[in-house]
């Protein structure tokens, strides 16, 4: 397939930082720390192989020091050090949810702060990370889309989210001992964070290519979902260069609706996205696609919304997230009901679709769905004021 530009926010690129100092090793893909390493004038011949154990030191044991990379001789780890560093994001705050969720408000370079979010279950937990500075989208549910896009991550600040999570886990080996064999704390990753992921597609792909690899963090495709709020051209590519599991962020049954509550819909309405979401489970080897839906009161929880819904989706393998409303100060939407958003699952459940009502979590620490906002960006803009906004969308 030959390569495509890459598709960016309508209104203008929004392009990674540019790196300043000693170049980063976290972030690099296998190829490139290969020829970074080949830079500093490693022998050929040991390319391969000190790309490995750098490698192996980075992501599976978790090391942030050349001093710790005990299998490398002591002048080739001073030569490390002189022209690399491995630097992750820095956890500004940690705020533990009474249900276990945990929020960290992290700083990257330049000084600007996203949100991570880390959900602990039953039998897996759930790494939910961001993957730009604001978002411009501006979803009129959604906290994270009244903050205007400063910037896309690096992949070095995408998968350094997962590495600073695993730091305050404890989940990273212990010096002298075999990995750990018990069940993963941190099992698997959803971007749904801060920012539309295939709009800054490259950093993410290589982020979860670091993600999946198997002699690090070792994570399977399948446990890493990558959330869309429809941006169509980048769908298959996703599926040929990533191939995890794809969520996608319908929240509407007709064009008039899902224009109002995902904008981007105006650029690639419900049919275009559909038939790219037909595709998509064929080319990633997947079983089946994830239809998020928020249940807003009044707006898109009716009986014929379920109707439609299951009418628009059919014959695509598909499962039906609802979700309830999270609500943020100054929010122009309510909850559905939950007599609503129950008999609203019950149709989409009769039609043959798996349709789980999300619990929410994290609420008392604004790190719920759609919650999700940078602290020193954080508004209290009046329903009014949205209202305008929308008014004029």
């Known amino acids: ?33 290969a020829e970074a390493l080949r830079g500093i004038g490693t022998p050929e011949k040991q390319i391969r192989m000190r790309t490995g154990q750098i490698w192996q030191w980075l992501y599976q044991k978790g090391v942030r020091s050349f001093d710790a990379m005990t299998n490398l001789a002591k002048p080739y780890r001073e030569t490390l050090s002189q022209n690399f560093t491995i630097a992750v994001p820095e956890i500004v705050s940690r705020q533990v949810s009474e249900d276990g969720t945990r929020k960290y408000l992290v700083r990257i370079a330049g000084g600007h702060e996203v949100e991570t979010v880390y959900i602990p279950e039953e039998s897996r937990g759930t790494l939910c990370i961001s993957s730009q500075v604001g978002c411009t989208l501006t979803c009129s549910f959604c906290h994270t889309g009244t903050q205007k896009l400063v910037r896309n991550l690096t992949s070095a600040e995408i998968i350094g989210q997962v590495m600073i999570a695993r730091d305050d886990l404890g989940e990273w080996p212990e010096p002298g001992r075999a990995p750990k064999d018990e069940t993963r704390l941190l099992s698997n990753i959803v971007l749904m964070g801060m920012g539309e992921p295939l709009y800054n597609f490259e950093a993410v792909r290589d982020a979860m290519k670091i993600a999946m690899d198997g002699e690090g963090i070792s994570l399977s495709r399948r446990r890493i979902t990558l959330s869309t709020s429809g941006v169509v051209p980048e769908i298959a590519r996703t599926a040929e260069e990533i191939g995890c599991l794809l969520a996608v962020s319908f929240h509407g049954t007709t064009d008039a609706v899902r224009d109002r509550l995902v904008p981007i819909n105006k650029k690639w309405n419900i049919e275009t996205l559909l038939e790219a979401l037909r595709a998509y489970p064929k080319l990633s080897n997947s079983e089946r696609i ?39 100060p100054g929010a122009p939407y309510e909850r559905s009901d939950w007599a609503r958003i129950e008999a609203f699952a019950d149709i989409v459940h009769k039609a043959g679709y798996a349709s789980p009502i999300r619990t929410p979590r994290g609420e008392d620490i604004m790190a719920a769905c759609g919650q999700l906002k940078s602290a020193t960006e954080r508004g209290r803009r009046s329903r009014a004021a949205i209202a305008a906004d929308l008014g004029n969308g």
């Open 1 to 33: 397939m030959a390569p495509t530009a890459p598709i960016t926010q309508d209104v203008l690129t929004i392009p990674r930082a540019a790196p300043e100092g000693p170049v980063n090793l976290i972030g690099l893909t296998r190829e490139q720390l």
């Open 290 to 328: 994830t239809f998020e839906y928020v249940m807003l009161k009044g707006v898109n929880d009716s009986d014929e919304d379920a109707r439609r819904l299951v009418k628009l989706i059919r014959g695509i393998p598909a499962k039906i997230n609802l979700i309830p409303f999270n609500e943020w």
